[in-house]
């Protein structure tokens, strides 16, 4: 593995880099990915608790129900976990939900990566529900953390994607709450600080 700069996930910041071990469940073997490799391209670092686990199948099927979506996008999803690749390809082989799963799944089990995105729970030594989305540039444009319980949606992320990629396109501009691409989109300024309403109406 590549050696670390050990400086913590934060938004807006470039994205730490980071060489893993990966499972390749569409070709069946063993490969190794860097965020270096993603630079230019829109990226999802999906973290998720640990193979073998209840909630976990559910939200990788539904991320994977949406590889059609994110590829349309041009977004290269990556799951994550502190799993052996070795765990996560009998994973694959046995859980139903995991069949035909499309997208590399990345082996943190020195729990380095983990720990740098400030996902890591030290006690069991499993990541978090952490989603990060990074930019072509590398900078880290949406962190987000779930409970361990909690699942998340696929479509909500394309929902934040879709916006964050269109203002990515449109500097200056900013979505309100709920923004689906078509709604009006706010131009920050003091001349809109009092009256929001009425530039959005």
Avoid at 56 to 68: G, I, N, R, V
Wanted: include cysteine; glycine fraction near 6%.
């Amino acid at each position: 593995m590549e050696e670390f700069v050990y400086e913590f996930a934060k938004i807006d910041n470039v994205a730490p880099r980071f060489e893993l071990p990966a499972y390749d469940p569409v070709k069946d073997e063993e490969t190794k990915v860097s965020l270096e490799s993603m630079k230019g391209k829109w990226t999802v670092l999906f973290f998720y608790p640990a193979d073998f686990t209840f909630v976990c199948p559910t939200e990788l099927k539904d991320m994977a129900d949406a590889k059609s979506t994110f590829d349309e996008m041009g977004v290269e999803i990556l799951a994550i976990s502190t799993d052996t690749i070795f765990s996560h390809r009998a994973w694959v082989k046995h859980e139903r939900l995991m069949q035909g799963f499309p997208y590399k799944m990345l082996a943190d089990h020195a729990l380095e990566v983990s720990e740098v995105y400030n996902v890591l729970d030290e006690e069991s030594g499993i990541a978090g529900r952490g989603t990060f989305v990074i930019d072509p540039e590398g900078i880290i444009r949406t962190i987000e953390v779930a409970s361990g319980p909690l699942g998340r949606n696929s479509e909500e992320l394309i929902r934040k994607l879709s916006a964050l990629q269109f203002m990515n396109k449109n500097p200056g501009v900013a979505c309100p709450a709920k923004w689906v691409m078509g709604n009006k989109t706010l131009t920050p300024s003091i001349k809109i600080a009092w009256e929001v309403y009425e530039a959005l109406n």
